[in-house]
């Protein structure tokens, strides 16, 4: 047999050099890389980098709300002047954590303890998306109430002294700079009847006694006094354990944005004896 009868596909001559790489021609494989540059790594489509991407971003809404802030919306007039009905404002948990409770001045979301709000106000976001995002946090939600925490365990409150101002544990609030009185200068009348001649506490232990700002127009501890009724199942009073949290922001309009503080006149006030 000749040379030329031989398998033409058979091993090449020792002399050839012989490719390692099974590339066509204008092609780089993992061989034809540069020594010491790794491959580049295929990225995700697009598609699935966006369901990704808002997978994560609902994972940690959820958490964010569950343990941090929380978007809510004011459903009435009765904490003008200085919130507005339909403001958005985001409230805060961490104050509460850990054993802590509201304090005097704090202005709180509570869930509703019962016939407090309307039908209207009760309610919530419904169907799409809002009802989604009220949901996970992102947009606010109904069946809660705002007000501003004026008393506490064991606190007193009277209404009122020579001046129409609120007395707590004996000590009289400065409330002009956000409190809006009713037309005879009185800081703490009933809703019906427009009395300043009322008292409440002391406030039971892992309570609050809470009031609007707008005094004349608030569903507030105030609106649930028993006001010596002989049979009376009503408690003017909010179980700590209902507190959402505290107010920090007052989110829109953007053109009020603004971050809310704890006023300065409950620094007054002294704990019940």
Not at 158 to 167: A, L, N
Request: with cysteine.
């Amino acid at each position: 047999m000749t040379s030329e009868d031989r398998d033409p596909t058979s091993v090449a001559e020792p002399d050839e050099p012989v490719s390692r790489s099974s590339s066509v021609e204008g092609q780089t494989t993992p061989q034809d890389a540069p020594e010491g540059k790794p491959a580049k790594k295929k990225h995700l489509p697009v598609w699935q980098e966006t369901i990704l991407l808002l997978g994560i971003a609902l994972v940690l809404a959820i958490v964010i709300k569950a343990l941090f802030v929380q978007a809510f919306y004011i459903p009435s007039q009765s904490m003008e002047p200085g919130l507005v009905k339909n403001d958005r404002i985001l409230v805060q948990k961490v104050s509460y954590w850990l054993g802590g409770s509201p304090e005097r001045g704090d202005v709180v979301v509570f869930k509703d303890p019962g016939g407090w709000l309307n039908a209207a106000e009760s309610a919530g976001p419904e169907g799409g998306v809002a009802s989604l995002l009220s949901k996970i946090g992102l947009y606010p939600s109904g069946g809660h109430l705002v007000k501003r925490v004026i008393g506490v365990e064991g606190d007193t409150i009277v209404c009122c002294d020579e001046q129409g101002r609120i007395e707590v544990n004996g000590v009289p609030l400065n409330e002009e700079d956000y409190a809006r009185p009713d037309r005879k200068g009185c800081y703490g009348p009933m809703p019906e009847g427009g009395k300043c001649d009322w008292s409440a506490g002391p406030v039971p232990e892992g309570h609050v006694f809470v009031m609007g700002d707008n005094r004349n127009n608030s569903a507030d501890s105030s609106a649930h006094l028993c006001d010596g009724a002989d049979t009376c199942n009503d408690s003017p009073f909010v179980d700590a354990d209902n507190v959402v949290g505290k107010v920090f922001v007052l989110l829109w309009p953007s053109d009020r944005f603004t971050f809310l503080h704890r006023p300065d006149t409950f620094a007054d006030v002294s704990d019940a004896s």
